[in-house]
């Protein structure tokens, strides 16, 4: 291999060896130079003591059963999220159960199983389903054949506010049973505990 050095300069008109120009002093640095950024983090007036927000043995609020009694609270234990499509049929329960689905598909939970709770099994399991959905297909929404999606545990309460989207899907196929390109998005927030 030829060295850099052994072609003519007309050739390689910029140095072989690359010089590294020496840091600038603070005394050098310009007066218009930006400051050194620093993002801080607020301090909590007692870190010790978690807001009662945050603590995962908060209780819920009481739901009613269908009897109009009042159901024991609820203790938090995990939030599962998901996000539903119905891209073809302009179906909102189809994009509502995809989103729910999508919630709990990826998660495992030992805990009800396991004995790690002690006298907790998924008979013991509540869930609190909310989903986010556009307002104007909220009455079209099978409730019933959502909750289906849920192998275990009870819903003690069900709760459907405006979210969601819709959009254009780009396309209406009239053989998928397309009425418009509307694509139908729900959102899903199951609070899991016992």
């Known amino acids: 291999?030829?060295?850099?050095?052994?072609f003519p300069s007309s050739l390689f008109p910029f140095p072989t060896r690359a010089s590294t120009p020496p840091l600038p002093s603070s005394s050098s640095r310009p007066s218009h130079s930006r400051p050194h950024l620093?993002?801080?983090s607020p301090k909590p007036n007692n870190p010790t003591v978690a807001p009662a927000s945050s603590r995962m043995e908060v209780a819920q609020p009481q739901a009613s059963n269908a009897q109009g009694g009042a159901e024991p609270a609820m203790k938090l234990l995990f939030v599962e999220m998901g996000v539903g499509y119905?891209?073809?049929?302009q179906d909102i329960t189809a994009a509502a159960v995809r989103a729910c689905k999508d919630a709990i598909t990826s998660n495992s939970i030992p805990a009800f199983r396991g004995g790690s709770i002690p006298g907790v099994n998924t008979d013991q399991m509540k869930l609190q389903i909310k989903l986010g959905v556009p307002r104007s297909t909220q009455h079209l929404?099978?409730?019933?054949?959502v909750k289906a999606v849920f192998?275990?545990?009870?819903?003690i309460s069900f709760e459907v506010v405006d979210g969601g989207m819709i959009c254009s899907s780009g396309v209406c196929l009239e053989a998928m049973g397309d009425k418009n390109d509307d694509c139908y998005i729900?959102?899903?927030a199951v609070y899991v505990g016992y």
């Open 1 to 6: 291999m030829t060295s850099a050095a052994s």
């Open 38 to 40: 620093r993002i801080r």
């Open 86 to 89: 119905d891209q073809h049929g």
């Open 141 to 145: 929404l099978d409730a019933e054949r």
């Open 151 to 155: 192998p275990y545990g009870k819903i």
């Open 186 to 188: 729900v959102n899903a």
